[in-house]
């Protein structure tokens, strides 16, 4: 099953970092993500864009996970000259990564 077929994510930028919220749809499902979603599994699936590191951070009072990630925006929005370069596509990346329940 694919990510976002139980929970919604959101991007945000700060410079060359990014930060990825990860939230369920059922606060249910918020244990199942924190066993699921690591930041091995995030680092590698979204390899191809975040290369420096990635710290997860679960928020429990409000069931959600967001992963900080650094060296994420090629050098940064001003900086860059990526079609993307406030990393918002990330967020639908990251849902379209594979989990079992």
């Known amino acids: 099953m694919k990510l976002y077929e139980i929970a919604h994510s959101r991007a945000g930028d700060k410079g060359n970092i990014s930060t990825l919220s990860l939230i ?3 606060e ?3 244990k199942l993500l924190c066993q699921k979603i690591t930041v091995e599994r995030v680092k590698k699936h ?10 997860r951070f679960e928020l429990e009072n409000i069931s959600s996970l967001l992963f900080v990630c650094e060296d994420a925006l090629a050098g940064g929005v ?9 990393g918002k596509c990330l967020s639908s990346a990251l849902l379209e990564m594979e989990i079992e329940l």
């Open 78 to 86: 001003t900086t860059s000259l990526a079609l993307d370069a406030h």
């Open 46 to 55: 979204l390899s191809e864009h975040l290369k420096g590191e990635i710290k």
């Open 24 to 26: 369920p749809f059922q």
């Open 28 to 30: 249910d499902h918020y």
